[in-house]
């Protein structure tokens, strides 16, 4: 089950950030994979959905926001799924 306890408070300042995410208006699927894609495919996909999060104006508060919710799934602030984990691994040690 996902920890939600770590997750900003309903309100539209700890949100706000997103109206100006570059992947509004992008289908979610180009950031989180369908069951059972491996290898070229998800490489490709996750390639792509990378590129957006680079021309971002909020990658900084969306790869935040990830790091701090523990997001375990998609590509959120630029980063993958293994790349958020080896950061919060960091984190924790540090």
């Known amino acids: 089950m996902v920890e939600t306890t770590r997750l900003p408070k309903p309100v539209s300042e700890s ?3 997103q109206l100006d995410a570059a992947c509004r208006d992008v289908s979610a699927s180009s950031f989180f994979h369908p069951d ?5 495919a998800r490489a490709e996909r996750e390639r792509n959905a990378k590129l957006i999060c680079n021309q971002c104006a909020v990658l900084r508060q969306c790869r935040e926001h990830a790091l701090e ?8 602030g630029g980063l993958g799924e293994q790349e958020r984990r080896e950061l919060i691994a ?5």
Do not use: D, K
Not at 36 to 40: L, M, P, S, Y
């Open 90 to 94: 960091q984190r924790r040690a540090a």
């Open 15 to 17: 949100w706000h950030w």
């Open 36 to 40: 059972n894609e491996r290898g070229a």
């Open 69 to 76: 919710a523990h997001e375990p799934y998609g590509i959120w």
